[in-house]
């Protein structure tokens, strides 16, 4: 177990909706990654907080979006889905320091249909 | 811009056998390089990190890596697999602070008994 926890595990919904990703990390970590896995991309960096701002992006589409709350815990908005959006997201946390490595969560299912 | 290249998708070998698992990198600065595995169904777990120091890197569950900076590579290696060691490994890369990890494709290990 990481610490990393992320909510819900599984989620399968229609094209054109909208979804919220939950994570918390773990306690004491400042900064907040969402990474998407698809079978095509491979690992993918969507978006850092730290401490509550953005702190860097990376391929995220503008139909996604995020943030990080003043709890630390942080959620990811995916809307106008499509069926390309099927993927496994992932949260990932990592404590201060350069030789800190990032702690990852169990990471969560979408399915759009 | 950083990268990895693992340029097996996937490796076999027997159970007893010793595994090498490669990686190359290219980042600007020092690297910082790490391996997750990742077991079905599962987040990626850590299993070790090279940042500076001794270039022969020991983890967890009995693997170890080797930092070569003039072949830019950071082969992962463990002297007797087991079949329990059959999963998706990735290396990933990231310069100095805490900013997001590049990930290489993954290599699927398969360990045969």
Do not use: M
């Not at chain 1, 994570?23 to 907080?49: A, K």
């Not at chain 2, 002297?79 to 100095?96: G, I």
Request: proline content about 5%.
């Amino acid at each position: 177990d990481s610490g990393v926890t992320q909510t819900p595990k599984h989620l399968i919904t229609a094209t054109g909706q909208r979804v919220t990703l939950r994570c918390s990390p773990r306690s004491g970590d400042l900064s907040v990654y969402w990474y998407q896995q698809s079978l095509d991309q491979g690992l993918q960096f969507l978006i850092q907080y730290y401490n509550g701002e953005e702190r860097a992006k990376g391929n995220i589409l503008e139909r996604f979006s995020a943030q990080q709350f003043p709890d630390l815990h942080s959620e990811l908005n995916l809307s106008s889905l499509e069926l390309g959006d099927s993927a496994l997201y992932f949260c990932a946390s990592s404590p201060q320091g350069r030789g800190g490595y990032q702690f990852f969560g169990p990471g969560t299912r979408l399915t759009v249909l | 811009a950083q990268s990895v290249a693992q340029p097996e998708d996937q490796v076999n070998v027997a159970e007893g056998n010793p595994l090498t698992v490669k990686c190359t990198y290219s980042v600007s600065g020092n690297p910082y390089l790490f391996w997750y595995v990742q077991y079905p169904n599962r987040g990626l777990q850590f299993l070790l990190k090279y940042i500076t120091g001794d270039n022969l890197v020991k983890g967890s569950y009995g693997f170890e890596a080797e930092f070569n900076k003039s072949q830019t590579s950071f082969h992962l290696k463990k002297p007797s697999a087991l079949v329990s060691d059959s999963a998706l490994y990735f290396c990933a890369v990231r310069d100095a602070g805490n900013t997001p990890l590049v990930f290489g494709k993954g290599t699927r290990l398969s360990v045969i008994a």
